[in-house]
């Protein structure tokens, strides 16, 4: 690999800016991520997160979805819970999560226990998603072998003629097989680039129960970069 050596220039993050609890920096960071991208165009997918986990043998495996929730009890995602994560979920329901943008020279990462999102919370945001993306989730036997390209496509058609597009959200049945995750969090990384690899670690570490926004059951640490 040639080397290529970037000077990380954040603007780092310092003790004083950071909220007694996570929840409004998480946001904080997220919404000035989409700002970036609609400004600048250099952060695609602002919200794409890497997820690790480890089946039941300890063996990891990572991938990349979209945070499509984040609230008060969490960040989660949406995905198909037959799928190979899934798999590894059920029997070890240890996660952690990583959002990294490098040309903001941050990241946040994540690491707790995996709950299964309500079934309402679910439904409300397939319902939102665009017909096609619908339809491919009833298609997608995730993760598992496939012959060829030609049987993906069959097996869409297939569902986009018993399930046609009227417009309405009610056009395509939520399947049973799809859902979601939050991260219940037990640490939550906030890391700031900065010149001479002398990076800004700001860690939440959770010390009590309660939610994001609830500052008694945080502290906050510093850690070596
Ligand atoms: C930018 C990006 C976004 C993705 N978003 C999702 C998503 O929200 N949900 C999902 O199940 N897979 C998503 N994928 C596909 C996953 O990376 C992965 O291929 C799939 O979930 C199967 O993973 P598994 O076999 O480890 O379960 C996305 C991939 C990329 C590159």
């Not at 072998?145 to 395509?172: C, F, H, I, K, Q």
Request: glycine share 8%; net charge negative; proline share 8%.
């Amino acid at each position: 690999m040639t080397e290529v050596r970037i000077d990380y220039d954040g603007e780092g993050l310092d003790e004083s800016q950071v909220p007694p609890a996570p929840y409004d920096l998480v946001r904080q960071w997220v919404g000035d991520a989409r700002r970036r991208q609609d400004a600048s165009g250099d952060v695609p997918e602002p919200e794409a997160i890497s997820i690790a986990t480890a089946n039941a043998q300890g063996a990891p495996h990572v991938r990349t979805v979209l945070m499509r929730y984040l609230e008060t009890d969490g960040p989660g995602f949406y995905t198909n819970l037959e799928s190979a994560k899934a798999s590894d979920l059920a029997a070890n329901p240890q996660v952690a999560g990583a959002l990294t943008w490098p040309t903001m020279f941050r990241a946040i990462r994540f690491t707790g226990t995996a709950r299964e999102l309500p079934r309402d919370v679910v439904r409300t945001y397939f319902d939102s998603r665009p017909w096609g993306s619908r339809v491919g989730a009833w298609v997608s036997k995730q993760s598992r072998p496939l012959d060829s390209r030609a049987e993906l496509e069959a097996a869409n058609a297939e569902m986009a003629a018993r399930y046609p597009d009227t417009g309405s959200p009610d056009d395509v049945p939520l399947p049973d097989f799809w859902g979601g995750y939050r991260i219940d969090c037990d640490e939550i990384e906030f890391w700031a680039g900065r010149h001479s690899r002398l990076h800004d670690r700001l860690v939440f570490v959770r010390t009590a129960e309660g939610n994001l926004d609830d500052p008694s059951a945080w502290r906050l640490e510093r850690r070596w970069p």
